[in-house]
């Protein structure tokens, strides 16, 4: 095995790269632009150009490389290969293929949130399980899955998909993936301002959120910590909603640890008690008993997940 590997984490706006030893010591990291013109067609030879560059500027032979891992954000089969990532402009891409043929190097290309799973099952809040669930709650909700170390991609994919489930039966708008009532329209950061949209149109209860405009879910969270009533009766349902979705995961899974990730987990301790409360209730009970905890790596698990697909 080669003493060092690449970890890359390919977003909208940037893109993250990490060199690391491969016992996980992070060497340094640094981003690039993610380039989306002309279908995203310099995405990857730009990643290239970048390890090449690092490489050089350590001075490591390729010699001593184990390989190079790629999140990207969409569907990724066992393969390396996307079908599609529409926030790159990609049709269909062998992605492994690709790096490993402008590289050099062994390459291994994976869903972007299970790949962060991966990271903080690795070095993060549930460093050293084995099998973990990770839930992110950012723009939208993302989700990983590790059983027994490994990233369950599944046949097409799609593998981790926790926000797509369907916890509201007569939901009547359409969430961004065509279907009606998943958990992101309502646990996401958008999620979050939809629901507290339609508590403040349905009632007349005082709240520090009525005196907002373009309410966000910072604000939303903000007074839910500072105990307003109608911000905690919000939390309640996107809790709710949550902490059962996770407990049918998990009577799936069987996990050691489950996390939470994401922009709307900086709420803290407060959210994962609201999810717990509802999790504990809905769990198998060989499951009530597993944690939930915050994860730890921030916009750094991508990397760690990454460098780790390649070990």
């Known amino acids: 095995m080669g003493s060092y590997c690449f970890g890359i984490d390919v977003g909208g706006t940037t893109v993250k790269c990490g060199l690391f030893q491969t016992d996980g010591t992070l060497v340094d990291k640094w981003e690039i632009p993610t380039r989306t013109e002309n279908k995203g067609e310099n995405i990857l030879p730009d990643v290239a150009n970048a390890i090449n560059l690092k490489l050089e500027e350590k001075k490591i032979d390729k010699a001593d490389v184990e390989g190079v891992g790629i999140g990207i954000p969409g569907p990724i089969n066992s393969k390396g ?103 992101e329209q309502y646990a996401s950061a958008t999620g979050i301002v939809r629901v507290a949209g339609r508590m403040l149109a349905a009632s007349e209860e005082d709240s520090t959120l009525r005196g907002l405009q373009n309410i966000t879910a910072k604000d939303v969270l903000d007074a839910f910590k500072a105990g ?60 009530k008993e597993t944690p939930i905890k915050l994860a730890t790596l921030g916009n750094d698990a991508g990397i760690y997940g990454a460098a780790k697909m390649v070990l």
């Open 81 to 183: 290969e996307a079908a599609c990532a529409v926030n790159l402009y990609w049709g269909f891409t062998p992605v492994a293929q690709i790096l490993h043929d402008l590289t050099g190097l062994k390459a291994k290309a994976g869903n972007d949130a299970n790949v962060a799973a991966l990271g903080e099952a690795w070095k993060g809040a549930a460093a050293g399980a084995q099998n973990v669930i990770l839930v992110t709650l950012g723009t939208g909700v993302g989700g990983g899955i590790i059983i027994d170390g490994k990233i369950v991609a599944g046949a097409h994919g799609a593998g981790g998909e926790i926000g797509h489930v369907t916890v509201v039966q007569d939901e009547k708008e359409a969430c961004n993936c065509g279907n009606k009532g998943c958990l």
């Open 228 to 287: 307003d009533a109608l911000a905690g009766r919000i939390m309640e349902c996107v809790g709710g909603l949550l902490g059962s979705a996770i407990a049918g995961f998990a009577a799936v899974v069987d996990p050691e640890a489950i996390v939470i990730g994401g922009g709307v987990s900086k709420a803290g301790q407060p959210l994962i008690d609201c999810i717990q409360k509802h999790y504990i209730r809905h769990a198998f009970p060989s499951c």
